[in-house]
């Protein structure tokens, strides 16, 4: 399998720190997006930020812009097809999608995620971690899946489009149709998939920076 491409989910809302793009805030003196950036460029063969708006304010990362093909806000899964469809045009076999806002995933998340989908006709996983479901959404397995963390074929985009396009919202109820497994990642040293969606977020952050 050729080395997927990767995609920057940054098109949420940000309702929780007062909206703008959470992506821009600062950590550690660097923005969210340059952390992740810094830990995905290295897993992937190329890379595109999935946005919505004026690209120009994205202008200083050198990565190219995408936006949402599905009207409104359809959630991540729309930044995913946005996603296959540019890979598609690359000639790309599969993407991994990472959040904006989640500047400590795994740094071989990636290769994980390819482990889990070894086999697979359509390579299809999620992160997932053990432990409580919150917000997060938990598996059959009981674990706790981490939707905006994945593998995609670029083979099932035309699927997803109509799963959208009819009304379909739900990253779990779209991939448990195509048997999506997960990979686990250890919690060890904290959630690694610690997002940031409040101003408190952001202070827990930079003094794990710190």
């Not at 995905?40 to 949402?68: H, K």
């Not at 599905?70 to 930044?79: E, F, R, S, T, V």
């Not at 990636?110 to 598996?139: I, N, Y």
């Not at 397995?141 to 489009?161: K, Y």
């Amino acid at each position: 399998m050729k080395q997927p491409l990767g995609v920057i989910l940054a098109g949420g809302q940000a309702t929780r720190m007062g909206g703008g793009d959470k992506g821009l805030l600062t950590v550690g003196g660097k923005t969210l997006l340059s952390h992740v950036i810094d830990r995905l460029e290295p897993q992937v063969a190329g890379c595109v930020l999935n946005a919505n708006g004026d690209a120009a304010r994205f202008a200083d990362y050198g990565l190219p812009v995408i936006a949402d093909s599905i009207d409104g806000y359809a959630g991540p899964l729309a930044g995913v097809l946005a996603g296959l469809d540019w890979a598609a045009e690359q000639g790309a076999e599969t993407i991994v999608t990472v959040a904006a806002d989640t500047p400590f995933f795994p740094c071989d998340l990636v290769p994980q995620l390819l482990l889990a989908a070894d086999g697979m006709a359509h390579p299809l996983a999620l992160a997932a971690t053990k432990g409580e479901a919150k917000t997060k959404s938990k598996s059959k397995s009981g674990l706790i899946r981490h939707p905006t963390f994945g593998l995609w074929p670029v083979a099932l985009r035309d699927n997803l489009r109509k799963f959208l396009e009819g009304g379909g919202a739900k990253v779990v109820i779209w991939t448990e149709q195509h048997d999506g497994c997960e990979a686990l990642f250890p919690t060890d040293a904290g959630d690694p998939f610690f997002n940031v969606n409040t101003p408190e977020d952001l202070a827990k952050a930079e003094a794990l920076v710190s």
